[in-house]
């Protein structure tokens, strides 16, 4: 039976994926890994390159996912790249799929997943999990995500700012993925949903990586240069 899996490469630290992972990486015939544009470098692919056995020689496929949200070029990217995976798994080759971080969550392979499984049933497909970039800042800040009752909101790329109040009024602690354009945006509206300038503020961007910022302070502290505009990176906002 044709295999496929994909591998949560974590938020960028090679000695952060998990014993499967490495050995999934390292038996692989051929290594699928995203970029946003043709010609640039894949970050999961240099997430496990160190790992990659050169001996065996795999076989390394960039599939290009443009940054876009016009939903037709999506599908048709979806469409074009998990038909191109599962060509090379139905060679009865080892195909491992990268994607930074973990699999499920905010991540293009659940589309891929989807594609697969309803145009190529007959191959068999394997998820090993990753650590997601939220547990590894709270590690390095000395955070507690949510202890207690507490509630947790995961907001990704704010693209629809009029949720966040509403989210902010309920939840004691705010998570904000990935595209710090938008993070100077929503610190008044967490201050109108009642986060007081006691509350624990904490910053990041390219985790684990030579250009890691990581910053924790309250946030009465905070300024404009404070803030971050880098894609790559995580914001978390909790009461006191």
């Known amino acids: 039976m ?48 160190s790992l990659i056995d050169q001996d065996k020689k795999p076989e390394i496929v960039h599939l290009v996912f443009p940054m876009t949200k016009d939903s037709d070029i999506l599908k048709n990217t979806w469409e074009k790249n998990s038909q191109i995976i599962a060509e090379s798994s139905l060679s009865n080759k080892k195909v491992v799929y990268l994607t ?22 007959e191959i068999k497909i394997k998820v090993i999990p990753g650590i997601v970039s939220m547990f590894t800042f709270a590690a390095k800040v000395g955070i507690s995500l949510a202890e207690g ?34 993070f100077d945006q929503v610190i008044s509206l967490i201050r109108e949903a009642g986060f007081s300038d006691d509350s624990i503020f904490a910053i990041g961007q390219d985790l684990d990586t030579d ?29 006191v």
């Open 149 to 182: 009752a507490e509630k947790m909101a995961v907001i990704p790329s704010c693209y629809d700012l009029s949720q966040v109040k509403e989210i902010a009024k309920n939840c004691d602690t705010l998570i904000f993925l990935k595209d710090g354009r938008y």
């Open 100 to 121: 930074v971080g973990d699999p499920y969550l905010y991540s293009t392979w659940i589309y891929l997943h989807r594609e697969i499984s309803i145009k190529h049933p």
């Open 2 to 49: 044709p295999e496929l899996t994909c591998v949560g490469c974590g938020p960028g630290d090679p000695e952060l994926l998990t014993v499967k992972a490495v050995n999934a990486i390292k038996n692989a015939d051929v290594i699928m890994c995203p970029t946003s544009k043709e010609g640039k470098p894949s970050i999961a692919l240099s997430v496990v390159s």
């Open 211 to 239: 250009h890691e910022i990581v910053r924790k302070l309250t946030l009465g502290e905070v300024t404009q240069d404070t803030l971050t505009s880098k894609y790559f990176s995580i914001m978390v906002v909790k009461r």
